[in-house]
């Protein structure tokens, strides 16, 4: 296997670099070796757990039982970077869905995507690093930056996500005495908030930008099982370098509460991040994985994909209902773009100049509940106030989103009058 030629300690944090493996955490693959007698790791005897087996009942009426010698396994410790059958599952996922341009590539499980999403990129950032990121972004991980010792970098959107013309731009004219961006995290495919995904030609163009400056891509990807036709190609897929840290969870597809994440991308990248769970949560909740690895096991890869289209099917008929009931009542009062992914629209509200006090206050006394736009922009007081609003449709009757959007449009209109009469 060759590894990449890219030097990752220059993207690595102070920290990062010197950090190095628990002492305990790395005896526990040596517990396995045959005849081994270990007086290593303090695991707390396995006789005394109460759990004789775990049964899952599907929807579909089968039931499913954990293997008694992997349950076994998941009721101690375990790896860091998750059960052994779980993860070499994934990573032929990985290759059958993305068949990715390097094989080098590793695969670890968190708990959740966002678990590895801050990891990496604390990982990443030293102090004083300025990061590009999508403007509007993820909330989840703003809010986690706004602690972080960086300067976030707004990177403009349009209806196909992130632009790079304006991206090449600005890494253009850096100026020379700032320290350059080397990160640049997106949200590719039905953009929370925006719902919006890029095309591969803008991928395609976006990755020549990350080789010609330098930039690791962290893709952040929880809806790519949700596109609603056929799915885009990845960065992870296009990597010839080994620049792309790819994201994906479980939690839209299988169960939120599992809190199943996995990261895939370089080695060395992976391997710092499973250092980094080694001296924090120390690993994943290996029952969870067992779960989850049961149930796709039982399924195959094949299997699994056909759930994937079920799911992505069922937001499709979602988002066309709300798309219907959009226009129905908000024609004229808002704009906005028909998601091709996921379960959010970001509306542009007509007439509106801050949606924040009307969202919070007036809309839930009409009782429908949004989420403002400002909360979306990295730097509240650059970007100043937002006319935006983001609506998901994931959880909510065709008989909700019509009467929720015939109150906001109410509210809109109410909001119209008292702006003509002042």
């Known amino acids: 296997m060759t590894r990449s030629n890219i030097d ?34 303090g695991a707390p005897n396995q006789g005394l757990f109460p759990f004789e087996g775990i049964t899952i009942s599907l929807k579909t009426g089968e039931s499913l039982s954990i293997d008694p010698k992997i349950l076994s396994d998941s009721l101690t410790y375990g ?29 670890t499980i968190g708990t959740g995507s966002q678990d590895l999403v801050t990891k990496a990129l604390q990982m990443l950032i030293s102090d004083g690093d300025n990061v590009l990121f999508e403007s509007p972004g993820y909330v989840g991980v703003i809010a986690f930056l ?55 030609e803008r991928k395609r163009e976006i990755y020549e930008i990350a080789r010609q400056h330098d930039l690791l891509i962290l893709e952040d990807d929880p809806y790519f099982y949700l596109q609603y036709g056929d799915k885009t190609q990845s960065y992870f897929s296009m990597d010839v370098d080994g620049r792309v840290l790819r994201f994906d969870s479980m939690s839209k597809i299988l169960s939120s509460g599992l809190r199943v994440g996995w990261a895939t991308g370089p080695f060395e990248l992976i391997e710092t991040m499973n250092m980094m769970t080694m001296t924090s949560n120390l690993q994943p909740s290996s029952v969870s994985q067992a779960i989850v690895y049961t149930l796709v096991n039982s399924w195959g890869h094949k299997g699994f994909l056909d759930h994937t289209l079920k799911v992505a099917a069922f937001y499709k008929e979602k988002c066309q209902q709300f798309s219907y009931f959009a ?93 003509n009469q002042a």
């Open 79 to 107: 790896p860091s970077d998750g059960i052994p059958p779980l993860v070499n599952w994934l990573k032929d996922l990985q290759n059958l869905q993305h068949e990715p341009a390097r094989s080098d590539f590793a695969v």
């Open 146 to 200: 706004r602690h972080q010792p960086c300067n976030l970098i707004d990177v403009q959107l349009d209806a196909h996500g992130v632009i790079p013309s304006k991206l090449r731009e600005q890494l253009e004219q850096w100026p020379a005495d700032k320290r350059k961006p080397k990160i640049l995290y997106t949200v590719p495919v039905g953009g929370n908030p925006t719902g919006v995904s890029q095309t591969i």
């Open 327 to 419: 226009r129905k009542h908000l024609t004229g009062l808002a704009d906005w773009v028909e998601p091709d992914a996921g379960m959010f629209v970001w509306f542009y509200l007509k007439n509106i100049k801050d949606s924040s006090e009307m969202v919070m206050t007036k809309a839930v006394e009409k009782k429908v509940l949004l989420v403002p736009g400002i909360e979306f922009f990295c730097d509240q007081e650059a970007s100043g106030p937002s006319s935006c609003v983001r609506a998901s449709f994931s959880n909510v009757t065709e008989q909700e989103m019509d009467l929720g959007l015939e109150r906001l449009a109410s509210l809109l209109k109410e909001q119209a009058a008292l702006e």
């Open 8 to 41: 990752y300690r220059k993207y690595l944090s102070e920290a990062s670099n010197t950090r190095k493996p628990s002492a305990i955490r790395r005896l526990i693959p040596l517990t396995k070796l045959p005849g081994m007698v270990s007086f290593g790791a």
